[in-house]
Structures are given as C-alpha cells and as structure tokens.
C-alpha cells in the first residue's frame, strides 16, 4: 500500500506487504527529518531518522528516503504486520530546536 | 525505568480552573520540550527549555507557564482553563549534539479535558 504523491491521511494495508508512506516538507532550510509512530493513547516513538546530507538510510524492516530537490520525505516498512497500525508523523527541523510535524498518516493493517 | 514520564495521565476539570501538569527525563537530557496534540492529531509545539533555559516560546496565551526547577523536570501550569485547551499534551526531551539538533523523545501524554 502506498500514500501516493500528496499526503494522504489514511493508508489501509494488507499484511505481509509494503507500505509507503509519503509526506512533503515546506522548508527548504530543514536539514533533519524523523518519522516517528502514535499508537493509540501513547506518545510518538522514534523509528528512524535522516540528515540532509543523506538520501536514504535503512533501519529494521524501515527505510527512509530523503529527496531534497522536491522537499519529499517516504517511510517504506517491509512485511506491514498488524502491529505497525498506528499514526505516522514526519518531522522537520532546521537545527534550531524546533521540530515541525505533519499532518499524519493512519496506517491500518488488514488480516 | 521510564525515559520521560508525566503526571497526570487523565485530568479533567472545569473551565476556569488552575491546573499543572509534570514532566521528567531520566535520559540526562538538557533539552526539554511542551507539545499540544489537538482532536485531529496535529502536534504543534508550544515551549521548549535547554538548561533550564527558555529557548522557544511559540505563539501561546500567556495563560500558560513552563516552569523547569531542574534539567531533568519540565512543569506546565496552565492558569483559567478554557474549553479549547482541551488537548493531549507531550512533553519531549533531547541532547543537542554539537550544533545539530537531536532525536526528540517523548512522553506518554496527558489528556486534559475542560468542561
């Protein structure tokens, strides 16, 4: 399943696929970008991050991909297993603190 | 062995009404941070304090006070609650390293509800 070009907030998602999640960033100046995971009632968790001077870096079934030309960032997660149903966030900043979020993306596991 | 805990994680009170919400990192961060997570999900930061330090201040009613007696707690007092403070509220931490701004972990949330 995949969240194609503009952010889309829902993504429903077959077990044992892949997922793409997408978000665009607005500020051309970021220069270190997280995605991070809401479970229901928790907090945002880190998954894995990236700096400007990288285009792609893989974690545990994740990879993230950095296109600074078209200010894109993408979550790829290998095998979706029914735990990776949560809210996914991409996050900006442009080393002064402040991490800008996006909107969200719901992603649903179906059995 | 929590990394960053809050107090509480429910509180429900009337408008008008003053109340605090706590925040504390056992990561040794020196970095801390308050974010309002609204009905629709959208994380927006409100206050962020490095040594003790206040180092951003977004654009929030005065109405609301960080307070950090040390690096490890960062404190919310939020005076005359209104219905639209009504919101999950983080707290986060981090350690700048060098000049680039680091991963930012966060807290369970405290859900407040304002009648």
């Known amino acids: 399943g995949e969240s194609v070009g503009l952010h889309l907030p829902t993504l429903s998602v077959q077990e044992g696929d892949n997922s793409i999640i997408n978000c665009a960033y607005s500020n051309s100046a970021s220069d270190y970008f997280i995605w991070y995971k809401q479970e229901s009632g928790k907090g945002p968790q880190f998954i894995i991050d990236?700096?400007?001077?990288?285009d792609k870096r893989q974690g545990q079934r994740v990879t993230v991909l950095l296109n600074k030309t078209v200010k894109h960032l993408s979550l790829q997660i290998a095998a979706t297993q029914p735990g990776d149903s949560a809210v996914y966030f991409c996050a900006e900043t442009a080393n002064d603190y402040k991490l800008s979020f996006g909107a969200g993306t719901t992603v649903t596991v179906r059995a | 062995d929590t990394a960053v805990s809050q107090t509480p994680k429910y509180l429900v009170t009337q408008m008008g009404n003053d109340k605090s919400i706590k925040c504390e990192q056992n990561?040794?961060?020196?970095?801390m941070y308050w974010y309002k997570q609204d009905s629709k999900k959208f994380l927006k930061i409100m206050f962020s304090y490095n040594n003790k330090e206040l180092i951003i201040n977004e654009t929030v009613p005065n109405r609301f006070s960080p307070k950090s007696p040390d690096k490890a707690h960062l404190n919310l007092h939020i005076n005359s609650l209104e219905l639209g403070d009504s919101a999950v509220y983080f707290c986060a931490s981090s350690h700048p390293s060098g000049v680039s701004t680091d991963t930012q972990y966060f807290g369970p949330g405290t859900r407040l509800t304002v009648l």
């Open positions: 990561l040794g961060h020196d970095t």
């Open positions: 990236i700096r400007s001077n990288m």
